[in-house]
């Protein structure tokens, strides 16, 4: 598109040798593991702050899904932090800031982080992978997905994880018209004994033309074909998409999962407290994104 500044990063010969060296090779794809990928974009999030060439800061204008939150540009709610294990790790944490109004005057108890690449990223079919540990509390909501330009949901949108609160599964789904909101084109995964979201898991999604693939570390999750979509509405899934982190909570989803109603829709007494004593957050140790 005029005027869209796109990210695209090559893989030489030399920066596959260096990748071969860090260990951050392209992946073998589940459906064709001896093509080479091309890495299109990546975030190490190895930096002292969050590299705005790459991502926006969403701001308190926006709100859907009755949360409960409001998303702000501070080093409060988006950061980025060394952790063992990691080069350094991106930080969305939700704070409680009780009264706290917004430019449209919403008054909400907590403010959050959500960043994406609109206009600065966007692909068409590929592999999009993240690494990711979230917090074991009742009624938050972290998600990394994708979604296309235009009116929601013709523009399509691929929900690569979302996670509501009950630390044995996240959730993916597909969204377009005739298949939006309480979309039949959804599925739970529940994680092997002995781990779940609060270890460090790589969710992922290969998308095609003809199908969605779904991965938790790998392993296929859950698969939609063409067919499968077009039996609810028109496939909304050959225009470009950008990328989302963010960090919500209570609403819609929790809610729907919980049935908490008080203090707050979808957010219980003892989440509050542990937000209030800087315990929940949601990590990213890194983005990458691979072509076709």
């Not at 702050?49 to 702000?72: C, M, S």
């Not at 939700?94 to 430019?103: A, S």
């Amino acid at each position: 598109m005029m005027g869209r500044r796109k990210i695209s990063i090559l893989v030489s010969a030399a920066l596959g040798v260096a990748a071969c060296q860090t260990g951050r090779e392209a992946p073998p794809s589940i459906r064709n593991s001896a093509t080479p990928r091309s890495l299109i974009f990546s975030d190490e999030f190895s930096g002292d702050a969050l590299d705005r060439t790459k991502w926006n800061v969403v701001g308190p204008e926006f709100w859907v899904n009755n949360e409960q939150q409001a998303y702000i540009d501070s080093n409060e709610t988006i950061h980025l932090k060394q952790v063992v294990g990691t080069d350094g790790v991106l930080i969305l944490q939700p704070r409680f800031r009780r009264g706290f109004v917004t430019p449209t005057d919403r008054s909400a108890d907590f403010v959050s982080g959500r960043i994406d690449t609109r206009e600065k990223f966007d692909f068409t079919y590929g592999r999009a992978v993240a690494r990711i540990r979230m917090p074991d509390a009742v009624g938050v909501w972290p998600a990394f997905w994708l979604l296309g330009h235009g009116d929601w949901p013709h523009s399509g949108e691929i929900d690569i994880m979302e996670y509501v609160g009950e630390p044995d599964w996240i959730g993916v789904a597909l969204h377009g018209p005739g298949y939006s909101g309480e979309t039949p084109l959804v599925n739970k995964y529940f994680f092997e004994p002995g781990t779940d979201v609060t270890d460090w898991h790589e969710y992922a999604v290969e998308w095609t033309e003809h199908d969605i693939h779904f991965e938790v570390d790998g392993r296929l999750i859950y698969r939609v074909t063409r067919p499968m979509v077009e039996h609810y509405g028109k496939w909304a899934f050959d225009t470009p998409k950008y990328l989302i982190l963010n960090f919500a909570l209570g609403g819609a989803y929790p809610f729907k999962t919980n049935g908490i109603k008080t203090p707050h829709n979808g957010l219980p007494d003892p989440t509050v407290n542990r937000i209030k004593a800087g315990q929940i957050a949601m990590e990213v140790d890194w983005v990458r994104i691979y072509a076709p």
